[in-house]
């Protein structure tokens, strides 16, 4: 467990992970889940149906767990502005960690991958290692054939926007918070935040304009 965290004991911990096309929201407890549940909507709006599904309170929720990738931008802001305007209404009170769901996807089996791979941005693919077997992993990005070529035995991710042909079925791992121990889990992989972003190994690159600026010859 990670010191930072072991010194913090929530009663109430929210999760909110919105990192794959299944969106998971709860509750959770010591080795396990006291609430738990999934949908299928839009980032927002099944974050808020989940919480309304679960009768969550929100003013006893004394902390937040947010994955912050990878997975849809758009998906991950929406949720991280839901939290942002939790934290403000508890002014100060919240408690944030973040994880990344690369790591949390290495508690779902029994035996942690030496390699997990998840699709990235479109011809790209993140690459997850861990040679010495620590619990938050080191996120390297490869285009998709040399990820796929380097790291043959590597479990996947399930993409549900673009499906690789070449990946096995019994390589794919399907992420499922319900196959995890909850707060033991969630104490291993996270880190404890004053300020929660979204997951993003590179910085955004810009190609810069050159515009094509013809000039009539006089006559």
Same mark, same amino acid.
């Given at each position: 467990?990670?010191?930072?965290?072991?010194?913090?004991?929530? /009663?109430?911990? @929210?999760?909110?992970?919105?990192?794959? /096309?299944?969106?998971?929201?709860?509750? #959770?407890?010591?080795?396990? %889940? &006291?609430?738990? &549940?999934s /949908?299928?909507?839009?980032?927002?709006?099944?974050?808020?149906?989940?919480?309304?599904?679960?009768?969550?309170?929100?003013?006893?929720?004394?902390?937040?767990?947010?994955?912050?990738?990878?997975?849809?931008?758009?998906?991950? *802001?929406? #949720?991280? &502005?839901?939290?942002?305007?939790?934290? %403000?209404? *508890?002014?100060?009170e919240?408690?944030?960690?973040?994880y990344?769901?690369?790591?949390? #996807?290495?508690?779902? =089996?029994?035996?942690?991958?030496?390699f997990?791979? #998840?699709?990235?941005?479109?011809? %790209?693919?993140? =690459? *997850?290692?861990?040679?010495?077997?620590?619990?938050?992993? *080191?996120?390297?990005?490869?285009?998709?054939?040399?990820?796929?070529?380097?790291?043959?035995? /590597?479990?996947?991710?399930?993409?549900?926007?673009?499906?690789?042909?070449?990946?096995?079925?019994?390589?794919? @791992?399907?992420?499922?918070?319900?196959?995890?121990?909850?707060?033991?889990?969630?104490?291993? =992989?996270?880190?404890a935040?004053?300020?929660?972003? =979204?997951?993003?190994? @590179?910085?955004?690159?810009?190609?810069? %304009?050159?515009?094509?600026?013809?000039?009539?010859?006089?006559?």
């Amino acid at each position: 467990m990670r010191g930072n965290i072991v010194e913090h004991c929530p /009663s109430y911990p @929210l999760v909110v992970d919105v990192s794959s /096309s299944t969106i998971q929201v709860g509750i #959770a407890e010591t080795n396990g %889940w &006291a609430q738990l &549940a999934s /949908s299928k909507n839009q980032a927002l709006d099944g974050v808020f149906q989940l919480i309304q599904k679960l009768d969550i309170k929100l003013r006893k929720v004394d902390s937040v767990f947010f994955c912050a990738g990878p997975g849809s931008t758009l998906g991950l *802001r929406l #949720a991280l &502005a839901f939290i942002k305007t939790l934290e %403000w209404e *508890r002014q100060g009170e919240l408690k944030l960690f973040s994880y990344n769901a690369l790591d949390m #996807a290495c508690r779902m =089996v029994k035996q942690p991958p030496k390699f997990l791979q #998840a699709p990235f941005r479109l011809g %790209w693919r993140l =690459v *997850r290692s861990s040679p010495d077997q620590k619990a938050i992993g *080191r996120k390297e990005i490869f285009e998709i054939e040399e990820a796929l070529e380097k790291f043959p035995d /590597s479990l996947h991710l399930e993409d549900s926007r673009t499906k690789v042909s070449t990946i096995e079925p019994q390589k794919l @791992l399907k992420y499922d918070l319900n196959k995890t121990k909850g707060l033991e889990d969630l104490y291993s =992989v996270s880190e404890a935040k004053n300020k929660l972003e =979204v997951f993003s190994p @590179l910085p955004p690159k810009f190609k810069k %304009w050159n515009p094509q600026i013809k000039f009539l010859s006089p006559s």
